[in-house]
Structures are given as C-alpha cells and as structure tokens.
C-alpha cells in the first residue's frame, strides 16, 4: 500500500489508494479509567494474534480509530473472543473494518499475515485467464466451479459498512451487472427468495447463505440480515454474484463439465466488465492483494474448485495429506459416501495464472492417483 500517515496533534491524515481520509487518536472519555490495563487477556488462545501481539503494541494503537470509526478492539474482538483450536491450523485472530486498518495497525496486522502466507507480493493477472484453454479428465472431474470476491474501494469492508453504505453498495452493483454483463439474467434481494429455491440452488453450489461463521456474526459481518442483500444468478445459471454477503461481492462461474478453462475465463471476462462499469476501482495493494476484512483470504481471492469421484483413493489414509502437499482442500459434498469429493485451492498471493495451472496439476494428480487404483 503506497501509503504516507501523517501525525501530528493525533491525528492521522491517510493518504493512498482507497482516497485521503482522517484517522483520529481517541483520548476516550472515562480518563478515570486509565489506570486500568486495557490489554486483553489472551491465555489459552490459539490463534495467530495471540503469539504475534505484544502489551506494548497494543498499547500504541489502542486510541486510534480509522475513518470509518474502526479501532484495534473491534480488528481483534472476534480473536479476543474464540479462543481457537490447539489442533490443527490456527485462526488469524483479528480482521479488518476498512483497508485503512492495514496500514493504521500494520504492526499488529503484518505478523499476522505472515503466519499465514509465505508470499507476501502479488501481480494481478486475472485479465490473462480470459483466454485460459484447460479441460480436465471428463471421467474423474464432474464440475468445476471458479469463484473471487471483491471489494469497492470508496467503501469500508463489511464489517465496518454501514446501513446507508450498503444499500448504497447494492445499487451500485446491480445497476454495473445490469448494464455490464454479456448474458441475461435476474437480480432479487434475499428477502423475496422463496426457501425451496434457496435449497435447490445450493444443492447445485450455488450458495448463497447467511455466513454462519463465529468470527462473522462477531465482527458485524451479518449486521441487519437481510437488509440489502441479494443474488444475480444469470438465465442459464453459469454466473452469479452475490451481494453484500461477507463481501461487497462474491462472483462465481458455474462449469457442470471439466472444462476449468471455460469457468475460468467466464469470471475473469465478467469480473472485468463489472469493474469497469462501476464508479470506483476494487480494493487492491500488491502488499495485500484483493483486500477484504478476512486476512486468511488476501491475495488473489480466488477459489478454484472441482467435484471429483475417486471412490478409492479417498480410503486411502494418506488422501488428506496428499491434497495439503498439492496445495488444495477438501470441502463438503452430499455424496463423499459414494465418493465423490468437492476439492479446493488454498488463498494465495501467487498470481491467478499460476493459481489455475497449479490447482489443473494438483487436479491431474489426483485423477492419476485413482486410475493407478483401479
């Protein structure tokens, strides 16, 4: 982030790419109350802030708030609050309300990053995936799904909008793909989808739900549910975007073949469109990538996807491990019995070319890992 802060009286003139703004250092009102330590009792936690954060970190950017009224407290309350599982990869521990946040709290945001990301620099490259030519093993690769999200940049992130922002975010964006996109298709707020179609298309991947995650519910993210939110789901339901739910917007391009190259190059044409119809540019830094409120999801904010049978090397005791070291992920699918397994990318800040040839080689490995079965 090409950023300068500049402090004096405490205040803080933010400059940079999200627009100039005010950062004001809150001496607070209960002055009585200084005497008493404010840092948080972190024992027992196990997520990334709790290792990272020192007393006298905290204690220097603890008056500070951003121009969207955000302050450290409410970045790391959901981290303060979930103390995090031992087993297993850790939680970040704190998120943030606007991308002034990354630049305000930078010492307390930066280590936590880089626990969860080894690379910490990335190239957009999504404009070259609109001519991306990959079809995988029809006979293993039953779908594949490619999805990103996106922020405005005039905008704080979700859990610092507020109820004018939002609506205001949902005009803007149903007006853009209205006006933008190649293929016709309907906008409707969440409020007027009938609950049997809401299970149908998520029984097609179309998802759509209130998020349901702790850190989510604490940090605002699903403040006034359902209150200008909505889906565009195109005619023939290979493109939608979802709005305002723990984003700005959330595309994604449906492919129900093994055709990843198609998916691919629908959302990097679409996303593309989008943008240039709106009055604002996406958040983006190289520093950070696709900036969003949740840290474990910088960088490109791609996620790949593709539904695979491999009834036989899912038994095998070492599939899990296998999907870690090719850099993927299992998510859930109604039918794993039968053997049949949603498999994902992991966030990145390699560039999106590299990101859709790595997760087409993870892909192919595990389709020859299964014909080796058989």
């Given amino acids: 982030m090409s ?30 109350d200084a005497k008493w330590p404010d840092f948080p009792n972190l024992e027992d936690h196990h997520n990334i802030l709790a290792k990272t954060m020192s007393k006298a970190t905290y204690d220097s950017y603890k008056r500070i708030t951003t121009p969207s009224g955000f302050t450290l407290d409410k970045c790391i309350q959901a981290g303060v609050d979930l103390k995090g599982s031992p087993l297993g990869k850790k939680d970040a521990g704190i998120i943030a309300g606007d991308v002034e946040c990354y630049e305000l709290f930078r010492d307390v945001f930066d280590q936590v990053i880089d626990g969860i990301f080894k690379r910490r620099e990335h190239k957009k490259s999504l404009v070259s995936c609109e001519d991306i030519n990959i079809i995988l093993d029809k006979h293993i690769v039953k779908e594949v799904t490619a999805r990103c999200y996106r922020n405005i940049s005039e905008f704080p992130f979700t859990p610092a909008c507020s109820r004018a922002q939002r609506r205001h975010i949902e005009q803007l964006v149903s007006k853009s793909i209205s006006q933008s996109l190649p293929t016709p298709g309907d906008y409707r707020p969440v409020a007027g989808i009938p609950q049997e179609d809401s299970v149908a298309l998520s029984k097609k991947g179309i998802v759509f739900n209130k998020p349901s995650s702790e850190q989510d519910k604490i940090s605002g993210v699903t403040r006034d549910w359902p209150d200008s939110r909505g889906l565009y789901l195109s ?17 994604a391009s449906y492919e129900r073949s093994s055709d990843l ?74 039918q794993e019995e039968q053997g049949y397994w949603r498999i994902a990318t992991q966030p990145t800040f390699e560039t999106e070319a590299d990101q859709v040839n790595q997760f087409a080689k993870g892909i192919q490995a595990l389709v020859d890992a299964e014909k080796e079965l058989r």
């Avoid at 709005?243 to 595309?251: D, F």
């Fill in 235 to 251: 005619g023939n339901k290979q493109f939608s975007v979802w709005v305002n739910g723990r984003h700005h917007m959330e595309l």
């Fill in 3 to 32: 950023s300068k802060t500049l402090r004096s009286r405490g205040i803080y003139l933010i400059i940079g790419c999200a627009g100039a703004g005010l950062a004001y250092r809150n001496k607070g009102s209960h002055s009585k």
């Fill in 261 to 334: 190259g198609k998916a691919i190059s629908r959302l990097a044409t679409n996303v593309n469109l989008i943008e240039a119809d709106l009055p604002s540019k996406f958040h983006w830094t190289s520093q950070h990538g696709f900036a969003g409120h949740d840290v474990s999801e910088l960088g490109t904010a791609l996620t790949l996807e593709a539904v695979v049978h491999i009834p036989r090397l899912c038994t095998d005791y070492a599939f899990l491990r296998k999907l870690t070291d090719l850099g993927l992920r299992p998510l859930t699918h109604p």
